[in-house]
């Protein structure tokens, strides 16, 4: 059983700092995703794992060897590429062989390890076929097959399914957590998708402009965001965030916070250091409830999505986004009532973004 361990990463290009001290910890057959926006440094930290880029700083190790000085075909990894990168002139067997006939492996062990791996993804059929004869969902098969032959100890994959139709790349998720499961090793999965992200993995590694924002399950991350950021980028809807302030006249008892929409109880384990302390309130899209106790509220924007109802509204003149039942039966300019759900806010600095409620 093997990992990965990363121990103050850094990378940089010039004047820009594109890995900036990361620290992972990742274990033997976990799959971990690396998460961001484009341009945070996950695609440059994938490299520097694969050996394609070289860190400035920091240690890299698999298994416990420190691999910051071996090429690539040292490192017992294997690695899926976005684009495939399929040899158009080879057919699905020679594509799959291929880094079998560079290690030099007999015909038999070529043919047993090419058997194996196309029973593993259901390839038996395409072995003859050239990549431009089959689907894309067919060629990531093939990248995922040669990949698999090498039997690496580590598995890196870049954002291998975002050429994909949204239906086949729900059907690829599945597909990669069975085989990841079936295989036993680890997978470390780049990608700008959120849903990949919290569907596929054990834990997310979530990245900012080169530096490491949290690494955790994929619903401690959604449950309890390290900072602003993770709580704004994890979720679809996004978060809505209204500022406030707690009392410092003394009016309001310890814990409640003031806000344009009203005073608020808060009752997590918050501790303010002071009266008076400004704050942003974070309030996911499923924690805004709709009964006669709660605020007056402007109906904006509809937007159906089948199973349920995107409901943008004009709150006390903070643009909030709610979901409901798609039964409901709302228009544009209605006036509804709402509140949030207390023990489901999320309260932040509002200077360096990081989470104050411990629950």
């Not at 580590?154 to 079936?182: G, T, W, Y």
């Not at 509204?313 to 909030?320: H, I, S």
């Amino acid at each position: 059983m093997s990992g990965l361990t990363l121990r103050n990463v850094t990378k940089v290009f010039g004047s820009t700092t594109a890995v900036d001290g990361i620290d992972l910890d990742i274990g033997g057959n976990e799959f971990v995703s690396i998460l961001g926006p484009s341009g945070c440094g996950k695609t440059t930290l994938l490299r520097m794992l694969a050996g394609l880029e070289q860190p400035d700083s920091g240690e890299i190790s698999i298994a416990g060897k420190i691999v910051n000085d071996l090429p690539p075909s040292q490192r017992d990894i294997a690695m899926v590429f976005q684009t495939y990168a399929l040899y158009p002139h080879m057919t699905v067997a020679g594509n799959i062989e291929y880094p079998l006939r560079k290690r030099g492996l007999s015909k038999a062990a070529r043919q047993e390890k090419l058997e194996q791996a196309a029973e593993l993804l259901q390839l038996g059929e395409l072995l003859r076929r050239k990549p431009r004869e089959l689907s894309g969902g067919q060629q990531q098969r093939v990248a995922l097959g040669r990949a698999m032959v090498r039997d690496p100890q580590v598995f890196l994959l870049d954002e291998p399914l975002s050429n994909l139709d949204a239906k086949l790349r729900a059907h690829m998720r599945a597909e990669l957590i069975r085989l990841q499961r079936r295989i036993c090793r680890t997978m470390v999965y780049v990608t700008h998708d959120q849903l990949e992200a919290m569907t596929m993995s054990d834990r997310i590694a979530v990245i900012r402009n080169g530096r490491l924002q949290q690494f955790a399950p994929p619903q401690e991350v959604y449950d309890k965001p390290a900072n602003e950021f993770v709580a704004g980028f994890i979720g679809t809807p996004p978060m809505n965030f209204i500022d406030g302030r707690l009392a410092a006249d003394g009016s309001f008892r310890h814990g409640e916070l003031r806000l344009d929409l009203g005073v608020l109880q808060l009752t997590q384990g918050f501790q303010p250091a002071a009266d008076g302390t400004p704050v942003r309130l974070g309030i996911r899209p499923e924690a805004l409830c709709f009964d006669d106790d709660g605020e007056s509220a402007r109906v904006t924007v509809i937007e159906p999505v089948g199973h349920e109802l995107i409901v943008m509204l004009d709150y006390f003149g903070v643009e909030m986004t709610a979901r409901v039942a798609p039964n409901c039966e709302w228009s544009v300019d209605d006036e509804v009532r709402l509140r949030p759900v207390i023990d489901q806010l999320h309260i932040f600095d509002p200077d360096d973004g990081r989470r104050l409620n411990a629950e």
